[in-house]
């Protein structure tokens, strides 16, 4: 039994941190409210009156406090709607994270294992690019999360106005280090960045420019953004 996830996972969470926390608001704001349904066999999932193509991420069971990956179900297993899924195992593998690569993760040693699966699947659609995804009770005791599969969900872009709050937002979500947030959120949107001493600089498309400071904790000391007119 685990009760704390793994350093290669924790990290490789904080990099998807700040870009995923705008991806999960531009997805809230496109889904309108409404009761769901979803066709597996066909990838299709209904909100609302909106139509999208997903795919299954992963399930949580209330009463075993534990998840299964999409890729993992053996109801699902090798079918189209976990084949987007299937990429979190091998780069599970390829960088050893071992919380990517279970089958089924065991959280009833977290103090909250309903926010451990949230890590999970939030991890989950960092891992893939996926715009965002969507945990909904699919059953007595069971949370069911997909991820979009589909070009009409908006990307939440780089807005140089609003950067101090993206990664400020993003740096606290997990705590664990503030320059991945950082570096990860450049590396999604492709900015070039670099580290000089306690900073990480980055060149803005159109020619601005953007200085992250950190404190001797790692923490987000102050974020410059120098726009040209």
């Not at 399930?59 to 084949?83: F, H, I, Q």
């Not at 664990?176 to 949107?189: E, I, M, N, Q, T």
Request: charged share 20%.
């Amino acid at each position: 039994m685990i009760s704390e996830f793994s350093d290669p996972f924790l990290l490789e969470a904080e990099r998807h941190a700040a870009w995923g926390a705008a991806q999960l608001e531009a997805l809230t704001g496109f889904l309108p409210e409404g009761p769901w349904t979803a066709d597996l066999p066909s990838c299709l999932y209904r909100q609302g009156g909106r139509e999208l193509r997903v795919a299954v991420l992963g399930t949580y069971d209330m009463d075993e406090r534990s998840w299964m990956w999409g890729w993992a179900n053996p109801g699902l297993r090798g079918s189209e709607v976990v084949a987007l899924t299937a990429a979190i195992e091998r780069y599970g593998r390829a960088h050893g994270i071992p919380e990517l690569t279970a089958e089924v993760v065991d959280l009833s040693g977290f103090e909250d294992p309903r926010r451990a699966a949230e890590m999970l699947a939030f991890t989950g659609m960092g891992v893939t690019g996926a715009p965002g995804y969507m945990g909904l009770p699919a059953g007595p005791g069971t949370q069911v999360y997909f991820l979009p599969d589909d070009p009409q969900v908006p990307r939440a872009g780089l807005e140089p106005a609003g950067l101090p709050r993206t990664l400020l937002t993003g740096a606290g979500l997990i705590g664990r280090s503030a320059p991945h947030v950082v570096g990860g959120y450049f590396d999604h949107h492709g900015v070039p960045h670099r580290t000089e001493g306690d900073r990480i600089l980055a060149d803005l498309p159109g020619g601005g420019a953007v200085g992250v400071r950190f404190d001797p904790l790692g923490r987000i000391a102050g974020v410059e953004v120098k726009v040209l007119p």
